[in-house]
């Protein structure tokens, strides 16, 4: 999983657990994680969600978007990925043993991360506390700055406040109350991890490149950026080569990406596809589980590639262009998603390969 930019494991309102009358916050929490069974099956075995631990995690800080993040923490638990080794360390002066389960989520129409810190003893797992933050900021600070230990700005802070001092001291609703608790150490926790894993995907990506040829460090560049180029490059990438099946069916020469498929009324879904999911179509194209003919154009194809675990299929439309002195390019026009059963059946599309 990619937590920076990969698919949200959960999308929220944003409304979660507004006032009730009669109702406390933590009752309510309460209430809802026991309609859930009151146990979450983590990467660390199973955590129990009670009273407990929300009350706990309620008096280490509180904001409109934590509030409605309880309701993320079932699910970044149990589909999430570990971001910090369940072992002891030094938390609230004294040695305990904890780790960190970290997730892409949605709240409104905001990507966070959600962090959730799992507390171990005398046997059993129990929520301790979580954090969210805003995944715009978090790829701002890890693109351009070395990592620190307070320049993530959590969910309950305005940009520009310094992590440790927590400014959020008041209740959410009711009676309850909640005090200032600096939540630096998740932060540093999660850049951290996520500055690791960019620097081990950039060197996999130059390596990749050396071997192949390719441009997707510089691909994978102008996506951070916004999909923004830069000075006067190139506004084409290549991020392949035509194999043996591919050319079997007539794409030709190398496999080269422009502006189109980020233009979100031109190309379906590719407007919004992660790095991720770029770099894995870059290097499935040449073993594909579907070709067709696309037959509303000359010398344009369909090619279907299993870049999702999620029973759907990257359909990524090309075109064949010369270029002048006998030399072609296959050029990525469009890039949307299709269930894997109907690979190759879409209109105006004659299914090339498998050949029945």
Known sequence: MDVLNGEPVIELSGDEFLPVEGKTFIQ?????????????????????LDKKGIRNDFHHGMSLIKR???????????????ILQL?????????????????????????????????????KQRLYLHEAFLIKNLQEIVATSPVHDNNII??????????????ASNSVHGSETTSPHPQGEIAKVLQNYVS??????????RLYDQENGTELARFVAFLERGKVYEGNESRFFRIGKTGELLQKYGMKGDITIGSSPFNERHSKDGHDLSIE????????INHPIAISKYTKRKMSYRIYVSARINGSAACVGTDVHSLGKNIEVTNIST??????????????????????
């Open 154 to 167: 959590t969910s309950r802070q305005p940009q520009g406040e310094n992590l440790f001092e927590d400014a």
């Open 277 to 284: 999911d770029w770099i894995s179509i870059a290097r499935n």
């Open 196 to 205: 690791a894993n960019k620097n081990i995907l950039n060197d996999k990506i």
């Open 68 to 82: 409605a993040s309880f309701a993320a923490v079932k699910d970044v638990l149990e589909c999430g990925i570990i």
């Open 335 to 356: 890039v949307f998603w299709r269930d894997m059963e109907k690979a190759g059946q879409g209109e105006f599309e004659k299914l090339l390969y498998p050949e029945t």
């Open 87 to 123: 072992d002891y360390y030094h938390t609230n002066n004294k040695k305990q043993m904890t780790g960190m389960i970290a997730a892409p989520i949605k709240i409104s129409d905001e990507r966070y991360v959600c962090v959730v810190e799992v507390i171990a003893n005398t046997n």
């Open 28 to 48: 309510q929490v309460e209430e809802f994680f026991q309609k859930q069974g009151g146990v979450a099956h983590s990467a660390f075995g199973d955590v129990i």
